[in-house]
């Protein structure tokens, strides 16, 4: 524990379980002195969240469907009537369909199911950076999340891929234009973890195992590190860093070749 998000306020959206990569985000501000309002997909997930933000002494929960703008806008009051302003944002949230992470980009992406990705995955959070930059009067900071898939081609991912690479697009202009007001916006691209959202991809443990055989340091991107990086990030310590796709893969992303065999 520390204080080094004493007194700031902010949105953590897209904590579904435990394994959520945002709640390991959430747990490490919590204890860095951080107020955290959680946003939740819809009642369904609820029961799920509420212990989890209870365990740490919170309560402040809101649904929030980011391809609805009416709950949306619903969230962005809730937040505004109890707290007026806000002092980061972490952005935590993508889907596309089971049939689209399989198989061959160009056979299973539909028109639909582009629609969707980029919907849920990339307008949702210039969406909310939009929505957030409007309560930080006083600057602030924002994170989404991201994976090496959007720089490099990675079996399965797919539609996924493309999206992401519009992410950290995304997060560059947004960047750009919210720097003038003391925003720092930049992306954080983790190492494959096993969660929900892995779970639904076709081969998802493999990529889990792949991507700790290839890295430096062979072995698993652990929360402790995705969760140390948003910290950075979103206090004082990420000042002067924006626009930024930080990776925390243990050094996956930076190697071309695997280790060879023995001759
Ligand atoms: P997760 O399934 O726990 O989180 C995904 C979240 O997106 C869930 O909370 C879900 O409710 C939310 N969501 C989906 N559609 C939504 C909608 N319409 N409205 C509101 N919320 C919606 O899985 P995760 O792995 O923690 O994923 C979080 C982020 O991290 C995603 O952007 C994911 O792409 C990214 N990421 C994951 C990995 C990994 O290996 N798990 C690696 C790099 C990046």
């Given at each position: ?9 902010g ?38 969240v ?5 365990s740490?002494?919170m ?11 009416a ?12 707290w ?21 980009m ?14 849920i ?86 990529l889990?195992g ?26 004082e310590?990420g ?18 070749v ?6």
């Open positions: 524990a520390g204080d080094l998000m004493k007194g700031k306020r949105i953590v959206m897209g904590v579904a379980n435990q394994n959520s990569i945002a709640w390991g985000i959430a747990r490490q501000l919590a204890a860095q002195g951080a107020d955290i309002a959680f946003t939740y997909q819809g009642e369904n997930l609820e029961r799920r509420r212990p989890l933000v209870e740490i002494g309560d402040f929960m809101i649904p929030a469907d980011v391809t609805d703008d709950s949306m806008d619903a969230a962005f009051d809730a937040v505004k009537d109890k007026g302003k806000i002092d980061f944002l972490v952005h935590s949230i993508a889907f596309a369909g089971k049939d689209e992470l399989q198989g061959s160009v056979a299973n992406t539909t028109r639909e199911g582009f629609r969707r990705a980029m919907d995955s990339v307008f949702s959070f210039i969406d909310t950076a939009r929505r957030a930059s409007e309560i930080m009067p006083d600057g602030g900071a924002m994170i989404c999340m991201t994976y090496l898939g959007a720089e490099r081609t990675v079996p399965s991912y797919n539609v996924m891929g493309v999206a992401k690479a519009a992410l950290e697009a995304a997060t560059r202009y947004a960047a750009r234009d919210l720097g003038p007001q003391g925003i720092r916006v930049n992306a954080i691209s983790a190492g494959a973890m096993r969660t929900l959202s892995l779970a639904g991809i076709r081969g998802g443990k493999s889990m792949t991507g700790r055989d290839w890295s430096l340091l062979k072995e698993d991107t652990r929360m402790e590190g995705v969760a140390g990086a948003a910290l950075y990030l979103l206090s310590l000042h002067s860093v924006a626009g930024e796709v930080h990776h925390v893969d243990a050094g996956f992303h930076v190697v071309g695997p280790d060879l065999p023995e001759e």
